[in-house]
Structure formats: structure tokens, C-alpha cells
Nanobody, 124 residues
């Protein structure tokens, strides 16, 4: 079992940057796909990005391509989401999500465990 905790959220202005972190504990972190999912008020959870084992493969939602970058440091059991050129529509609770597979996962329901989330608010 892997336990994950997010950090790094906050209130920023449009155009600013934030870096989210996800600290994980567990023996399978480095071999399984991890991802970021967000949920805006009144909306369903939305896939943001995922990174494969050893950080070699990534996938992004169209809405964040070119602005967000996902990465992982397996030696520190940590995953990151660098968010640049933030927009008000990026406002959401961002969740770190983990899986028990090495394949890329872009469907939120296929993740196996979740953190508590960190709030990101982007003002216009």
C-alpha cells in the first residue's frame, strides 16, 4: 500500500506559477504510474497528467499541455507538478493519485489510491 500527501497549493494570480509536490511512502512507488487529478467546484474530477515508472513516459490533458510539467524523483519518493501560466480555470483541488500498474492512466476512476488534495486558486 502507498500513502501519498500533497503540498504546494495556494492563491496566485493569472500568469503565475506553482509547483505541487506529492510525497509517497510505499514499496511500489518507483515502478508504478502516478498522476495528478483535479476537481473544480461543482465539477467531476478531471485527469491532469501522469508519469510512468522511472519517469520515462508522460501524458497530459489537452487543457494543460505546454503549461504543466509532471516529474518524479524515485530516490525521494516524490512526484511534482510544475504549473506555469496559470489561468483562473485551473482553480481546483489537486489530488495526487497512484496506481498498481505500469501503464499510462488517463481515466481518473482507474487510479487505486489518493491523497487528501491541495487547493490551487488562480485569481484573474
Amino acid at each position: 500500500q502507498v500513502h501519498v500527501v500533497e503540498s504546494g497549493g495556494g492563491l496566485v494570480q493569472a500568469g503565475d506559477s506553482l509547483r505541487l509536490s506529492c510525497a509517497a511512502s510505499g514499496r511500489s512507488f518507483s515502478t508504478n504510474t502516478m498522476g495528478w487529478v483535479r476537481q473544480a467546484p461543482g465539477k467531476e474530477r478531471e485527469f491532469v497528467a501522469c508519469v510512468g515508472y522511472f519517469g520515462g513516459r508522460t501524458n497530459y490533458a489537452e487543457s494543460v499541455k505546454g503549461r504543466f510539467a509532471i516529474s518524479r524523483d524515485n530516490a525521494k519518493n516524490t512526484m511534482f507538478l510544475q504549473m506555469n501560466s496559470l489561468k483562473p480555470e485551473d482553480t481546483a483541488v489537486y489530488y495526487c493519485a497512484g496506481s498498481r500498474t505500469t501503464r499510462q492512466i488517463t481515466t481518473t476512476s482507474e487510479y487505486d489510491y489518493w491523497g487528501q488534495g491541495t487547493q490551487v486558486t488562480v485569481s484573474s
